[in-house]
């Protein structure tokens, strides 16, 4: 495909296919700038669809977007604030490549360029509301495609975003295209009326949805309508109890028995639905998986009913942080839904013999985990060991973490030298993610290290508890890591009172080792900016 494109002269479009691949590598995405004038224009729009989110921290990107005021608007705020800080000129229309926006991340951006501004405002608060609200105008007066819009509001936020949607309302456009949709609301009854008018309009104009999640509060029967008015819902998320049983049985009256396909479960109470379960997902008929993560009421009533229901579909996604499945209902789920299974996490503070039951059943049979994340004991880390053994082909991102307490600093050290001397020699030749929590001393570490040279992980992550003078840790990660260009990406973090790493702990923090790892190509990154949440599911349920 790629040489009949070259041969067609189709260059540009390769290139683009090119570039989307480093769609989520901001730091690539800025270099391919650099490279030459097509590719510059393919990698901005990139770097641009989610700039609220992706923000460096310095927020020029508001100061350029103001570029695009109107001469009224740009007097209004030299006039009243006397600002006119702006950029004279632009290369691209920046606006119109914008498609996600979060009403959170966008305030508390808003909010941080202007508490970084070195002109100060005596009412600052009106100023970042003015400001909001003029973005948001750029925003649809230069046609932005929004394609995922979440309302993310607190009692707190919601006066300053009040002036968006009434922005919104008076150009329904703005919104007609997104596919997804996030309404995450938690407000006081006193301020859920003002949220009423942009629901009427996403319920009356927003019928191509594919994605829906929700949480918070409930406004009347909004969430229910929302669902039953698209025509194209795939995936829907249910995040909080008390949106969960109306807007669930919705699901049978809807529009989406033909279109679902994915349905998650997030910190929900499932006792709330166990009767209606059958029902609803019997009338689904191309459901595909359900992804339970961190659910209450996860029990013998509930595993029954869902090996009950006719219509086939997969369990790809179990997070738990307890376990209230008798033996033989474990038997039962896992047998059924146990070798689909592909993201599996349990809680290190979950101890006991009932882990190790249900630890055995997932070495029975799963062997399609990708994330494998493992809170661990000292009487279940060789069950979690022979699950990633077991899982060898197919795991791509692996959580080996439990608590790092200096109370507790026996019981970590004797768990992290079993996991250096064993995990190393197990470790498949590829890997995107691993993410290690440790109490090392320095032979293991050296062992794990020599270990794994013939694996290549893309993002490696490693936090250390350090209550001795263990020597020094970053030397070693320069001779087996550094030197050996076996990673990509990665994050050093020390904890404890006898870290060697100053400040915070981070390596990031040095600036010079930082640069003598770029030189060898490995990207040092801060190891909060490279920690991927187990909780954010929708990066794990979309795992490749």
Same mark, same amino acid.
């Given at each position: 495909?790629?040489?009949?494109?070259?041969?067609?002269?189709?260059?540009?479009?390769?290139?683009?296919?090119?570039?989307?691949?480093?769609?989520?590598?901001?730091?690539?995405?800025?270099?391919?700038?650099?490279?030459?004038?097509?590719?510059?224009?393919?990698?901005?729009?990139?770097?641009?669809?989610?700039?609220?989110?992706?923000?460096?921290?310095? &927020?020029?990107?508001?100061?350029?977007?103001?570029?695009?005021?109107?001469?009224?608007?740009?007097?209004?705020?030299?006039?009243?604030?006397?600002?006119?800080?702006?950029?004279?000129?632009?290369?691209?229309?920046?606006?119109?490549?914008? *498609?996600?926006? +979060? #009403?959170?991340?966008?305030?508390?951006?808003?909010?941080?360029?202007?508490?970084?501004?070195?002109?100060?405002?005596?009412?600052?608060?009106?100023?970042?509301?003015?400001?909001?609200?003029?973005?948001?105008?750029?925003?649809?007066?230069?046609?932005?495609?929004?394609?995922?819009?979440?309302? $993310?509001?607190?009692?707190?936020?919601?006066? %300053?975003?009040?002036?968006?949607?009434?922005?919104?309302? @008076?150009?329904?456009?703005?919104?007609?295209?997104?596919?997804?949709?996030?309404?995450?609301?938690?407000?006081?009854?006193? *301020? /859920?009326?003002?949220?009423?008018?942009?629901?009427?309009?996403?319920?009356?104009?927003?019928?191509?949805?594919?994605?829906?999640?929700?949480?918070?509060?409930?406004?009347?029967?909004?969430?229910?309508?929302?669902?039953?008015?698209?025509?194209?819902?795939?995936?829907?998320?249910?995040?909080?109890?008390?949106?969960? &049983?109306?807007?669930?049985?919705?699901?049978?009256?809807?529009?989406?028995?033909? #279109?679902?396909?994915?349905?998650?479960?997030?910190?929900?109470?499932?006792?709330?639905?166990?009767?209606?379960?059958?029902?609803?997902?019997?009338?689904?008929?191309?459901?595909?998986?359900?992804?339970?993560?961190?659910?209450?009421?996860?029990?013998?009533?509930?595993?029954?009913?869902?090996?009950?229901?006719?219509?086939?579909?997969?369990?790809?996604?179990?997070?738990?942080?307890?376990?209230?499945?008798? =033996?033989?209902?474990?038997?039962?789920?896992?047998?059924?839904?146990?070798?689909?299974?592909?993201?599996?996490?349990?809680?290190?503070?979950?101890? @006991?013999?009932?882990?190790?039951?249900?630890?055995?059943?997932?070495?029975? &049979? %799963?062997? *399609? /985990?990708?994330?494998?994340?493992? @809170?661990?004991?000292?009487?279940?880390?060789?069950?979690?060991?022979?699950?990633?053994?077991?899982?060898?082909?197919?795991?791509?991102?692996?959580?080996?973490?439990?608590?790092?307490?200096?109370?507790?600093?026996?019981?970590?050290?004797?768990?992290?030298?079993? /996991?250096?001397?064993?995990?190393?020699?197990?470790?498949?030749?590829?890997?995107?993610?691993?993410?290690?929590?440790?109490?090392?001393?320095?032979? =293991?570490?050296? /062992?794990?290290?020599?270990?794994?040279?013939?694996?290549?992980?893309?993002?490696?992550?490693?936090?250390?508890?350090? $209550?001795?003078?263990?020597?020094?840790?970053?030397?070693?990660?320069?001779?087996?890591?550094?030197?050996?260009?076996?990673?990509?990406?990665?994050?050093?973090?020390?904890?404890?009172?006898?870290?060697?790493?100053?400040?915070?702990?981070?390596?990031?923090?040095?600036?010079?080792?930082?640069?003598?790892? +770029?030189?060898?190509?490995?990207?040092?990154?801060?190891?909060?900016?490279?920690?991927?949440?187990?909780?954010? &599911?929708?990066?794990?349920?979309?795992?490749?």
């Amino acid at each position: 495909m790629a040489c009949s494109k070259i041969c067609s002269g189709n260059l540009i479009e390769l290139t683009n296919e090119i570039i989307q691949y480093f769609k989520d590598d901001i730091s690539t995405l800025y270099s391919c700038i650099l490279v030459s004038r097509i590719w510059c224009r393919l990698s901005v729009p990139l770097l641009w669809e989610e700039p609220f989110l992706n923000s460096t921290q310095n &927020y020029h990107f508001i100061k350029i977007l103001l570029h695009n005021l109107n001469e009224n608007d740009k007097a209004q705020l030299n006039e009243k604030y006397q600002f006119n800080d702006i950029f004279s000129n632009t290369l691209f229309n920046y606006p119109a490549f914008i *498609k996600r926006l +979060n #009403t959170r991340d966008f305030k508390l951006s808003v909010e941080n360029w202007v508490t970084k501004l070195t002109k100060k405002f005596v009412d600052s608060t009106c100023f970042t509301s003015l400001i909001c609200k003029l973005l948001v105008k750029i925003l649809i007066e230069n046609e932005a495609n929004l394609h995922s819009f979440e309302i $993310v509001l607190s009692t707190s936020n919601i006066e %300053c975003l009040e002036d968006i949607f009434e922005s919104i309302l @008076g150009y329904p456009r703005f919104v007609y295209n997104i596919r997804n949709l996030t309404l995450d609301l938690n407000l006081s009854p006193d *301020k /859920i009326d003002a949220l009423i008018p942009i629901l009427n309009l996403l319920v009356s104009n927003c019928s191509l949805i594919t994605y829906f999640k929700i949480n918070g509060n409930p406004v009347k029967d909004y969430f229910s309508e929302m669902i039953i008015s698209q025509r194209d819902l795939k995936k829907i998320s249910f995040e909080s109890n008390e949106i969960l &049983y109306k807007p669930f049985l919705s699901l049978k009256n809807s529009n989406c028995s033909n #279109t679902l396909n994915t349905i998650i479960f997030c910190t929900v109470d499932l006792e709330q639905i166990v009767d209606h379960l059958k029902e609803g997902f019997n009338n689904l008929n191309v459901l595909e998986s359900i992804h339970i993560l961190y659910c209450y009421s996860l029990n013998s009533k509930f595993v029954q009913q869902m090996v009950n229901i006719a219509k086939p579909f997969k369990l790809k996604t179990l997070f738990m942080f307890e376990i209230l499945l008798q =033996d033989d209902s474990v038997e039962l789920l896992l047998k059924k839904f146990g070798n689909d299974l592909e993201n599996f996490a349990i809680d290190y503070d979950f101890q @006991g013999e009932r882990k190790q039951i249900f630890l055995q059943s997932i070495e029975k &049979y %799963c062997r *399609k /985990i990708r994330c494998f994340s493992f @809170g661990h004991d000292i009487d279940t880390i060789y069950q979690g060991l022979d699950i990633i053994m077991n899982n060898i082909q197919n795991i791509n991102y692996l959580y080996i973490e439990f608590d790092l307490d200096p109370d507790n600093y026996l019981n970590a050290a004797e768990l992290s030298s079993t /996991i250096l001397v064993n995990l190393g020699q197990i470790l498949p030749s590829k890997l995107e993610y691993l993410s290690l929590e440790l109490c090392p001393n320095i032979s =293991d570490l050296e /062992i794990f290290l020599v270990n794994i040279q013939d694996t290549f992980i893309r993002k490696l992550l490693i936090k250390t508890l350090i $209550v001795n003078d263990l020597g020094d840790i970053l030397s070693y990660l320069k001779e087996y890591i550094m030197k050996k260009k076996m990673v990509e990406y990665l994050a050093y973090l020390e904890c404890g009172e006898s870290r060697r790493i100053m400040d915070d702990g981070d390596l990031f923090s040095l600036k010079d080792e930082v640069n003598e790892f +770029n030189l060898h190509n490995i990207k040092v990154l801060g190891y909060k900016n490279l920690y991927l949440y187990v909780h954010d &599911y929708d990066h794990i349920i979309n795992l490749q």
